[in-house]
């Protein structure tokens, strides 16, 4: 169905090759995993599948891309488009409809199919991304996750023979994810669609995964069924990607079965021998009790007169050092609240206090109290540099040399941006992009920093190397995520959004061992904390954890 045969690329203006002499087949009807390090050339491989490349790309290619029994070179955009639906990994290149209908019809209009199929394929595509009730909304007034649901609705309507889907659910709540999973599990296994799908949160699709193929700085590293890939665990950590749990369990454990879900990891755990002795719990981090730099009370918010509530109460505290994880459902208010906090939008009911002062929308805060990095950082970078990007602030700030050297270096380095200083940040990868928006933000060193999900389109060494710098040069931190694992590891408190009211606020410890509570907010407890339930562990949330507690 797919051949890519020798095929090399390189964008205009790059010297070295995005993709490098790729040889890959890929069946009809086979589902396949496409992941790697961030800026290895994913996201340039699926564009080659669409004739993006090389028909709107520019540059130069070497080899030849088939996709039936032709070769990309000689099809047009429009016989590719047909056979392959492309999701892309920003739904803001992708949407340009007003109204999300008009969005999802588009593609079976110009197929020119019959008025009642339309109508059926928009019901049913809306349906499988939980988008339902939204038919006539404006597709300006959606949030980040719910774009990207609409970007996987329009091609999902399409029923293409290829579904090239481009980090997917990466804004997606963690149960969102699953069911977007289980639709295109669906789609392949009953329709016989063949999938390409590129993702960094490999823990959440290996499972349902044929094959999983890696690429390394514009080459395939590993080509193999997805339990045998899974089993060079070691090379994934070398190359900074993120195992499922349950195979990070497998590899804890030594026995040299690979563990794809709960229930294996579960048996794998019973079969082995149980350490005697369990360490005493681990206890949870106490909470911040400094100077309280965000205060929100009473917050009301909703975007239009006739909307719904989208904030609906909130009653909130942040002080000093903490670093606040906000999480829940896509359209859960999380966005909002943090424009709040950024004092973009003023409050329509209630009060919020940013660094003692009060927000009415009409003083604006001083230069340096807050840094926002948005959902999507495209909308921030405007520079011909990264290194302009980064400095922006600072100049603003004016900044003297020496310290602007200092905190351009911090900044460059925590960020791992050393290689790219003179590249156009628009011509870097997603996750390069996100990391630049990131860096320009870190480096003025403002007294609150509000992150919009960080963690989106990063690998498990970038997420690690970030988080680090974050920890280390940002004073008060408070980000929205969809990301368990990360909220566990770096958030010393938890708040939890479930239709603009505030459902759960604690240490993570807390929230995420409260399996009702994440199920009503869209959240899902780890693969460790749910193999620790199984097993009668209580107090288990990382597979270091599970290790102390039974593994031999
Ligand atoms: N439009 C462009 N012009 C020039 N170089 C580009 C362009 N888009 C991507 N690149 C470069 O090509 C390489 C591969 O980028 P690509 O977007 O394919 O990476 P990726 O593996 O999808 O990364 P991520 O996981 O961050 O999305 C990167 O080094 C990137 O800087
Ligand atoms: N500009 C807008 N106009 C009208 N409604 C909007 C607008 N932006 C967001 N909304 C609506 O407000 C609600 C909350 O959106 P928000 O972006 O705050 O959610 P979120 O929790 O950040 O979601 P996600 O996890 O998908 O990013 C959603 O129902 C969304 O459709």
């Known amino acids: 169905m797919i051949a ?60 030849e891309v088939v996709i039936g029994r032709c070769t990309t070179r000689t099809m047009t955009m429009a016989e590719l488009s047909a056979q392959v639906g492309l999701v892309q990994q920003s739904p803001d290149d992708q949407i340009f409809a007003t109204v999300i209908q008009d969005e999802v019809v588009f593609g079976p209009e110009n197929l020119c199919l019959p008025r009642a199929e339309i109508e059926q394929r928009l019901e049913w595509a809306l349906k499988a991304v939980d988008l339902a009730g939204y038919r006539l909304r404006s597709t300006a007034a959606l949030s980040g996750g719910q774009k990207q649901r609409l970007a996987i609705a329009s091609m999902l309507a399409l029923e293409p023979r290829i579904l090239a889907l481009d980090e997917p659910i990466s804004q997606i709540d963690p149960q969102g994810a699953c069911e977007v999973m289980d639709v295109v599990k669906k789609l392949n296994r009953e329709y016989g669609v063949t999938v390409v799908m590129v993702e960094h949160r490999i823990h959440e699709v290996a499972q349902y995964v044929d094959r999983v193929v890696v690429m390394d700085s514009g080459r395939i590293v590993v080509d193999a069924p997805a339990r045998q890939a899974m089993a060079k665990a070691e090379l994934f950590i070398k190359m900074g990607l993120r195992l499922p749990e349950t195979v990070e369990i497998s590899r804890r454990l030594k026995q040299g079965h690979i563990a794809m879900t709960v229930e294996e ?29 965000l205060e929100i009370g009473d917050l009301f918010y909703r975007y239009a007169k006739n909307d719904k509530q989208v904030l609906n109460g909130i009653n909130l505290t942040i002080h000093k050092s903490e670093k606040v994880a906000i999480m829940g459902r896509n359209g859960a208010g999380k966005s909002t609240l943090l424009a709040h906090m950024a004092a973009l939008t003023p409050p329509q009911q209630g009060t919020v206090r940013v ?81 630049t928006a990131i860096a320009a933000v870190v480096a003025m060193q403002p007294e609150i920093v509000l992150l919009d999900e960080p963690t989106t389109g990063q690998d498990k060494r970038n997420i690690e190397s970030m988080m680090a710098a974050l920890m280390d040069q940002v004073e008060t931190l408070v980000f929205c995520t969809h990301d368990v694992e990360s909220a566990i590891r770096y958030a010393t408190r938890v708040i939890v959004l479930n ?19 994440l199920n009503r907010s869209g959240l899902r407890p780890t693969q460790s904390w749910l193999v620790g339930r199984a097993l009668g562990i209580p107090d288990v949330f990382t597979p270091l954890e599970l290790e102390e507690k039974w593994i031999c």
């Open 499 to 517: 239709q603009g009211k505030i459902v759960a606020d604690g240490p993570p410890r807390n929230v995420f061992a409260d399996a009702p509570l």
């Open 355 to 435: 660094a003692g002062r009060l927000i009415d929308g009409k003083k604006k805060l001083p230069l340096g109290t807050v840094g926002m990095v948005m959902q999507n950082p495209d909308l921030m970078l405007f520079h011909s540099s990264v290194r302009q990007e980064v400095e922006f602030g600072l100049r603003n700030l004016k900044t003297v040399s020496a310290l602007m050297t200092e905190r351009y270096g911090q900044a460059i380095q925590g960020l791992a941006l050393a290689d790219l200083q003179d590249d156009p940040p628009l011509a870097l990868s997603r996750g390069q992009r996100l990391r």
């Open 265 to 293: 990891a579960v048996n794998l755990l019973k079969s082995g021998v149980r350490k005697k002795s369990k360490p005493a719990a681990v206890c949870c981090r106490p909470a911040a009790a400094g100077t309280p730099v």
């Open 4 to 63: 890519f045969n020798d095929f090399s690329f390189w964008y205009p203006g790059r010297e070295a090759a995005s993709l490098q002499q790729i040889n890959l087949k890929i069946s009809d009807g086979e589902f396949v995993l496409l992941t790697g390090p961030t800026g290895c050339g994913k996201s340039t491989l699926l564009k080659c599948l669409n004739g993006i490349i090389p028909h709107l790309s520019g540059g130069r290619c070497q080899g």
